[in-house]
């Protein structure tokens, strides 16, 4: 073990930290050293969204002694930035272990910096968090979840006065003053505790009332309120708000997964609680198919990721992916506002760079402008406070299964996506189809694109660097040929640069740095890589296209770019 570990190991076992948390370093000394070293090898690192890692003992884990310096440093740049003002702050947490605890902590230590508190009373799902900032007039918020990250994670998102999470400069500011609180002793634990404010069902019927206030096609929904939806919150909060957002918009005929209703954070009927895991969805496909249903929707624990259902051509159930559940969302709202004669004409909506690039091709031909930006809805809502008042945001939505629908709130919400993807299928149905026929409808008009994503993990102290070291092989020897197709262009995002790798030809891109690389071949494929914000995995999204001329050559189609990926991935080696 090296000194550095041990210089931080024996600051735990000397300082100021309770007696249960000294015995379990004592313990973990003497039969798991190498988890004791994991633990403590560095400092949690305080990112530009927050915390999020494996909860324990440790500077390297999430505890009450990380959580609190975390907040004392947020606290010391709200006040820096906020002098002479009131600072308000909201705080929401989900149902992980402990995430009760950590907002509890959370919202002592705001208070004992005079900073006025609105604590939620239990769990509520993170869009709640986001509304509920700009509803009530605070500087910033924060929501104690690691999303849908196994059962031993937990986290801490950071959200600014526009509801958002935290952006330039804030984000780099905040993290400044927090590395700067190098000891739990200049935490200020408690002593404000008449600062704490309780939040409870008042807000949940603001933000319940500005979700109906969305539905585009509530005639529809009168006529088909007995249309069979499914649905399971996967032991989240999506149950606290979702039977309640479906009965407003008027659906009658709700079901829920028994097994998966209660919030727990064990998660104990999944491995990981995660809408995009087919395992996870499988009890609600089983419930879906076992009544007929209509649609099935799962929400992760802190409800901002939607997966949803439905029966395919063949009448087999199928979950939609990602990209697809974005470009049916985004479709519908842009096609359903023009034909109620409700669009404007400066509507515009927001993608991200590793987002089926369908979206630009129905904005553009419905004529509707529509922005890319980096990868975290906290750049979607960035971008809404830059065209605020020149353009009129209407939805955004990226791969990761997210979609931010309306302009009252400032991150992804799978509470308004539930009911704008139950609203979309009712619509369907009163045309004689499904959501599925409406997929195969929008590949006839717009193209077939069709992505996949894989992410590959490096766990451990050496995790990282291995990452590192991927990222620069392609940054520095960037592949020359893909699955037998050249490589055309490198996009640089972390540079901010793109490249014609055939006649060497360079612009710049005007986006913030990020560390992502594009390839864009001679056929049209397109892969990125991009290493994740939150967890040790480096990620790699792949996007072929085709065009579709007729339904019949639907599955013929598909299985030609099920097996372009195919050869992409083998070609890069990643299989």
Same mark, same amino acid.
């Given at each position: ?141 924060? +929501? ?39 000891? +739990? ?120 990721? +939607? ?30 506002? =023009? ?183 001679? &056929? ?19 996007? +072929? ?11 013929? =189609?598909?299985? &030609? ?15």
């Amino acid at each position: 073990m090296s000194a550095a570990i041990q210089e931080r190991i024996n600051i735990w076992l000397n300082g100021n930290y309770d007696a249960q948390t000294k015995a379990t370093i004592t313990d973990l000394q003497q039969n798991n050293p190498d988890e004791l070293a994991d633990a403590f090898y560095r400092n949690l690192e305080f990112g530009t969204g927050g915390l999020r890692g494996l909860m324990g003992v440790g500077t390297n884990r999430v505890n009450k002694y990380t959580i609190g310096m975390a907040t004392q440093g947020f606290a010391n740049y709200l006040k820096k930035t906020y002098q002479g003002e009131e600072i308000k702050i909201a705080i929401a947490h989900d149902s992980r272990n402990n995430s009760r605890f950590f907002a509890e902590t959370t919202a002592n230590v705001f208070a004992a910096n005079g900073i006025k508190v609105y604590l939620f009373d239990a769990l509520r799902p993170t869009p709640e968090l986001s509304f509920a900032i700009r509803y009530l007039g605070c500087k910033a918020g924060v +929501v104690c979840t690691a999303s849908h990250n196994p059962k031993e994670y937990n986290g801490y998102k950071a959200y600014w006065n526009d509801g958002g999470q935290l952006v330039p400069p804030h984000d780099k500011n905040v993290i400044i003053e927090v590395e700067a609180i190098d000891n +739990v002793n200049a935490v200020k634990w408690n002593g404000g505790e008449a600062n704490i404010t309780l939040l409870g069902k008042e807000i949940d019927d603001a933000y319940l009332t500005m979700v109906k206030g969305l539905s585009v096609y509530p005639d529809v929904i009168q006529k088909q309120h007995d249309l069979k939806i499914v649905y399971t919150p996967i032991h989240g909060t999506g149950i606290t708000l979702v039977p309640q957002v479906l009965e407003r918009f008027g659906f009658t005929n709700l079901t829920i997964v028994d097994e998966q209703a209660t919030p727990d954070g064990n998660f104990p009927t999944v491995a990981y609680p995660n809408p995009e895991e087919s395992e996870t969805m499988s009890m609600g496909l089983k419930k879906a198919q076992s009544i007929d249903a209509d649609i099935l929707l799962g929400t992760d624990p802190d409800a901002d990721r +939607v997966g949803i259902g439905v029966k395919n051509h063949k009448g087999e159930w199928v979950l939609m992916n990602g990209n697809q559940t974005a470009v049916l969302a985004f479709a519908y709202m842009i096609e359903a506002r =023009k034909a109620k004669g409700i669009a404007q004409p400066n509507d515009m909506v927001v993608s991200t760079i590793v987002t089926t690039e369908m979206i630009n091709e129905v904005a553009k031909q419905n004529n509707v402008g529509c922005y890319n930006v980096l990868t975290g809805f906290k750049w979607i809502a960035e971008k809404i406070k830059e065209l605020e008042g020149k353009e009129n945001y209407v939805i955004g939505g990226e791969e990761s299964f997210g979609l931010m629908i309306g302009n009252q709130i400032r991150d992804k919400d799978a509470i308004s996506a539930v009911a704008l993807m139950c609203e979309m299928a009712a619509f369907e149905k009163s045309q004689g189809k499904s959501l599925f026929d409406k997929m195969i409808e929008l590949y006839l008009q717009y193209g077939f694109y069709y992505e996949t994503l894989i992410s590959i993990t490096k766990k451990g102290m050496n995790g990282q660097k291995e990452i590192a070291d991927m990222m620069e092989g392609y940054r520095n020897n960037p592949p020359a040929v893909i699955n037998n197709s050249t490589v055309i262009t490198l996009l640089d995002y972390q540079l901010q640069k793109g490249t014609n790798l055939q006649t060497g030809a360079t612009w710049p891109i005007s986006l913030p740095k990020s560390n992502v690389l594009q390839f864009i071949t001679a &056929d049209g494929s397109k892969i990125s890589a991009r290493p994740s914000g939150t967890e040790p995995k480096i990620k790699f999204y792949f996007s +072929v296209k085709t065009t579709l001329a007729s339904k019949e050559e639907f599955d013929a =189609k598909q299985l &030609d770019l099920e097996n372009r990926i195919k050869g992409i991935i083998k070609s890069m080696q990643l299989d």
